[in-house]
C-alpha cells in the first residue's frame, strides 16, 4: 500500500498584500498569515522598512516594499488590506480599486465625505469587493444579538446604546500628538456602525453631543476630546446613545444594547473568560484588556469573510450568505462617517447637528422614514 | 416557676397618619402596618372613603377621614406619609410641617421649584424630618455600589447612566389622561436623585432631551411623552445619560452605572432571583415585573428609616447613621426637580437648556465646582 | 370632620411563645416582633434568663421564664418556635402538641427516628400544625427552581447536586466542642431536604459518604468531621450529590441543581447583591457572609407560613396553598433525618448504606415507586 | 520601487499525518488544514478512502492512505495525530513511536492500563513527544482557573467537582452499539483528568460510582450506562465529584469547580455567547450544543501546542512554558485511566474500588503525600 495522490478541490486561497505594517496592520498580517483559511499574505507595504522586513520574516512573507503601488502594480495580488494612517485611507482605496485589488480598508474609510464620494466612483468602476473594518459586527454576541433582532425579538427599536471603553491607566500617552477629532473618526465610528447596524432601515437624522478632556484636563484648551457622549435621533423616531472614553482602568470595554417595542438584545462581554474566583474578598474574575484579545474571533473573522468574498467575486461564485445583514460596506462607511462628521459640528457648535449625506445621492438607498422623524 | 414581667426598652412607635390610599399608598399602608419595626399605621385619609376603610380594616388601622386635615389636628399622630397625587404634594407637605409632622413624601417633592420654596420654609420653621421617596437608594445593590464609591472604587465620575423602563404591554393604559410632564416629573425624576446620588458633590448645569410618543404614536401631537433619553452635564465634567420608556415587555427594567477615573459601579437586577432554568431553547430566567417586587425591601427600608428619623428627632436622640449619604431630603428634592424642569424646558425648544436653581438661593449648599464647568 | 372608625378584618394574631434565645432564637425573635403579619411574640423560655430578658425588653416582649413549661401552661399561647440544642427538639415538640400548641422546630426534628416517631404520635393525637425549619425551600430562588421543577422544566430528575458551605476563617472556633455528627444532622440534612423536595415522589434509597476532618485536622482522629461529600441514590434512579464544608473564606454558600430529562434548574446566589464592581484588577463582587443575611427573607417567610398555618388551624380556615409543595412537615423532617442517620452508618463502615424508615409505617405516603429502585 | 525578498525566520511547519478522519478526526484536520501555525496537514490514513479523499480534497491534503504504516514510513512525516477507535489507540501510538514519530493521542491513551505501558516503553525508548487529546485544560476559563489555582486562589483543595453532559435530545442514537464502559473510558476520563489537573500533586485513592441507563432504561438490563456520578478520595484528603450524562436537552455542558483551604474557582461557560435577549418570557440566551463549538479554541490550541512542542523536540529547541503544567502527557493519560479502571470495578462489585496502577512504578513520579490518605 501507498500514497493515493488527491487533486484539491478548494479555491486557489486569495493572495493578499498588506499596506500599513503598524500595531494593527501587524495583527492583520498574523492571521493572515496562519488562521485565515483561504488567504495567504503575500506582500507588504510599509515606508518603514525594518520593522516590515522583521514581521515579513517572521510570518513567512517573501517580498516587502515601501511603495504600496508596487502592490497595485502586482498582478499576482488579488486584495488589499489597508491599515495605515485614516487619512490615506481614501487615497489607497481608490487607487486600489482602480488597480483592480479588493479592498478592506480599516475604518473609517474617509475623513470626508468628498473623499469617501470618490472611493465610491472608483469602486464602483471597478466593480471590486470594498469592505470596512467595523470588526464589531463579527463578535459572537454582536452577532448572535443582530440574528435574534432580525427574528424579531427586538420588535420596532426605540432605545439604543452603544459604548466603546478603551483601556488605560489614568493618562493618555502622546495625547499631545492624538488627532483632534480621533474620537469620533476612529473610536465612536464603531458605535455609530454597531447603533445602524441594529436599526437595520433607519436612517440618523441628528446628534448632539457632549464632549471633554476628563482624562487629559490640561488638553481641553487644545481641544483634546478623551471622553463624549453623543445622542442620535433616528428616521424611525429610535434614540441612541453613544459613549466612549479613552481609559477604562478594567479594560476594554465594548457593549451593546437594543431595546424595542417586543423586547431587548444585549451584547457585550464583561469578563475575560467564564473563570470565577471566590476569596475573602469575594467574587473576581479578569476583565478583557485588550481589543485584541477582546475581539480576536471577531478580527479573524471579518478577515476571513473579506477572503470569502474576495473569491467569490474573482471566482464568479455567489457571495457568501450569512442569513444576516453582516459585511460592512461602502454604505455602512458613509452612513457612520456623516454621524462622526454631524457629532464634530455638535461639538464646534455645542448645538444639536443635522447629519447630511448619510445615503449616497442617486443611490436609491435611502429608506422610506428617513424624511419623517418625528420630533 | 412563671413569667418575669420586662419592661420595653425600645422607644415608642412613631404614629403615622397615611394621605392617599391609592395604589402606592395602600402598599405603603401594608408596609407601615406589618414589616415596619417602629410604625404603626394610626390612621388614613384618602377622599374615597369606601376602600379607604376597607383597606384599613384588612390592615386593623382604627380610623379613617376624608380629610387630610384630621391628620394634622390630631396630636397622637407623630408623622404623615403623603402618596397623593403630585399636584397636592407641597401643600400637603407645607400644611403637615407647619402641624409640627414629620413628613415622607412621595416624589416629586412638588411640581415647580416655587412651591417647593415653600415647603422648604415651612419644614424649616417647624423643625420636623421630611424626606422624599427615592426608593432606588435603598436598595440593596444600588446601596452597595455607592458605598464602593464612597470607598474610592469609580474615582472621579466621568460618565453616569440611570434607566428607568416600566412594565408595559406594547400599549398604555389611560394614556391619552396621563399629564403631559410625568415622564419628567414622576419617572426619570428617579434617575436623576439616583445620578445626582453617584455624583457627590457635583451640581448639575445643563440638560439636553429627546423625547417623544414611540409606544403610543397616536398621542404624540397632543405632546404626550413615552420615551426619553436625557443627557445631563455636571459642574465636575462628568456626563450622565438618563433614560426612560413606559412600556418594556420583559418587565421593569432599572439600572444605574457610574464610570470614573479608578474604575466602575454598577447597580440592577436583571433577574426576578437567582433561579437559572436550561431547557431545548437554552437558559432562561424570570425578570422582575413590578416596582413593589424589585424594590419590595427598599420600599421597606426608606419607611424604616424615616421612622427611626422620625423617632430620633421626636426623643432628641441622634438621627440614624448609613455611613454614607443615604436619607433624601429637600436638597435631593430640589436638584432632581431643577432637572426635570430643565428637561421639559429642552423639549420645549428642542436645544439644551441650563439647570436653573439646583441648589436653594442662600443655602450655602452649593459646591465649590458649581461655577466651573467646562464647556 | 372628624375619624370614622373602622372595625378590623383581619384575624387576630398569632401569640407564639419562644423557646431557645440563642443566636438563632434571637433572630427568629427579632423576626416575630417586628416583621411577620400575624404574629406576636408573646413569651420566652430560656434557661438563661439574663440575656433572655434583655432580648424581650430590646423587643417588647411582656414576659420571659426559665421553664418552657409555662409557655406550654399558658392559655394565651397559640404556638411555640423550638429553637434549642437539637437534643431537646423531640421532647420539646411532642410536650408543645401535647399542650395543643402549633409547633415550629428547628431542625432536625429529632436526633433518631425512634425520637421522631414519638414526636409523630403526640401531633396526630393532638391535631396541631406542625412544621421544621427547613427555611432554604422559602428562599424565593430555590422556590422559583421548584415551581419551574412542576411545572415541567426538568422531566423527570436523573442528577441532583445540593451544597452547603458555611462561612469560616479557615478554622473552627471551639471545634473540639461541636458534637461529631453536626455535619449531618445540622448541616447536610439542610440539603437532603433541598434533594428530597426536588424529587418529588421519590424515596432515597441508600447513600455512600466521604467525611474527614480537612479544616480541623488534628480532631481527626476524635472523629470529628468538616469537611463531607454524600452520594444518594433514589428510589426513581436518580442519583444526588450533597456536599457541605464548615468553612468557605468566601462566605455562606448554599446551591442547588436539578438535572433531568427534559432539562436542569438551578438556585443559588453567587453574590451578596446585584451591584458590580470594575477596577485595575478586574471585575469583583461581595459574596453572602452569613446565613440570616443570604436567607434573611426566608427565614421571615417560614415563619410567616407557619404563623398564617397556625392562624388558620386554630381559626378552622383553609391551610395557606403556595401553589406547590412548600411547608415542610413531619414526613419531610423524617425522611431527611433517615438520610443523615444512614450516612452516620456509612462513615462509620466506609460503605454504601441503606435509607432505614425513610417513610413512617403504615402511614400510607410511600410512593409506588419508592419500592423499585434501579440498582 | 519594487519588492524586496525576504527571507522566513520561522521553523519549517511540522508535517503531520492524520489517523481516522471520522467525525472528531475530520474537525482536527480541518484545524490542521487552516488554522493551526506551524502545522502542514500532510496526509490523511483511513480505512474508509471514499470519504478521506473527499476530506483530503476539499483541504488541499495532497495523499490519502489506507493504511497508517504508510504514515509510520514516510520520512517526510514528523508527527501523526490519533483518532480512530479506542481499541486501537495504544497499537497505533506504540507503533508510530517506535516510527520516530511525534503522536497526539485522542482520549484514552489505551483502553488498559497493560496496553498502555507498551505505549509508555515505546514512547521512552523513541524519544518523542507524546500527548493527549485532554483539550478541557486548553479551554480558556479552565485554564485561567488553574492559572488562579496556581497563584494561591485555593489553597489547599478539599471539594472538587468536574461534570460533562453532552448534547442530546432525550434518547441516543444507536445506543445498543455504544461500547459498555465508554462513559467512563471516553467521558468521564476528561472530567478524571481535569480533577487530577486542578488538585496537582495529590493522586487518586479509591472511587465510589452510582451508574444506570436512565436515558435508556430498555438497556439497563444490557449494562448499558449513560448517567454516572463518581466520587473520587485523593491522597491529600480532598473529595472529588465526576458526573456525566449522555442527554441534556439544553446542550453541552462542561464544569470544573475546585473549593480548598483559601477559595474556589470555577469554569464552565453557561452561555454560547454573552449575548441575551429580553423578551415578555423573560431573559433568554442559546447554550453551547458541540463540543467543538464549546471548545473550538481549546481543539485548536491543544493542536497548536501539539504542534510547537513536536517542532522544538524535532529542531533541539526548548519546549514551549505556559508558566502552569498545561501538555498532557503519558503520566495524565495513566492516572486518569487508572480511575476509569477503577470505576469500572466499582460498578461491578456496587462497593468502593481502589484506584491500583496511577502513578507508573518506578517512575518516581508518586508524590509524597500519596501513602497517606486519610481514612
Redesign the interface.
Known sequence: ??????????PEPVRVGLIGAGWMGAFHARSL??????AVLA?IADPA?EPA??L????????????P??LFA?PAIDAVVIAGPIRFHAALSAAAARAGKHVFCEKPGATTLEELSEVEAAVAEAGVHWQIGFNRRYA??????RR?LAAG?V??P??L?SLT?DPGT?SIPHAARVPQWTMFLETLIHDFDALNWMNPGAEPVSV?V???A??E?DL?DAGFID???A?I?YSN???A?A?A?F?????Y?VRGET?G???????????????????????????PRLNIELFADAYRDELADFAAHAAARRDGAPAPDHGVPLTPGLADARRALAMARACIESVQT???ASVAGSVVSGAGEAHDGAAAV??
Chains 1, 2, 3, 4 share one sequence.
Open positions: 500500500m501507498s500514497y493515493l495522490p488527491v487533486d484539491p478541490a478548494r498569515a496562519s488562521t485565515i483559511p483561504g506582500a522598512l522586513v522583521s515579513a520574516a517572521e510570518l513567512g512573507v517573501p517580498q516587502v516594499t515601501a511603495d503601488a508596487d502586482d459572537a454576541d454582536f452577532l448572535a444579538a435574534d425579538a420588535g420596532t426605540q432605545l446604546r471603553r489614568g448632539h457632549l464632549a471633554d476628563l482624562v484636563p481641553r471622553t463624549a457622549v445622542t435621533r423616531g429610535a434614540m446613545v459613549e472614553s481609559s477604562a482602568l478594567y479594560g470595554d431595546f417595542s417586543r423586547g431587548m438584545v444585549q451584547a457585550g462581554r464583561p469578563t475575560e473568560t467564564a473563570a470565577r474566583t471566590y476569596g475573602p474578598e469575594g467574587l473576581s474574575a479578569r476583565t455645542g448645538l444639536p418625528a420630533r
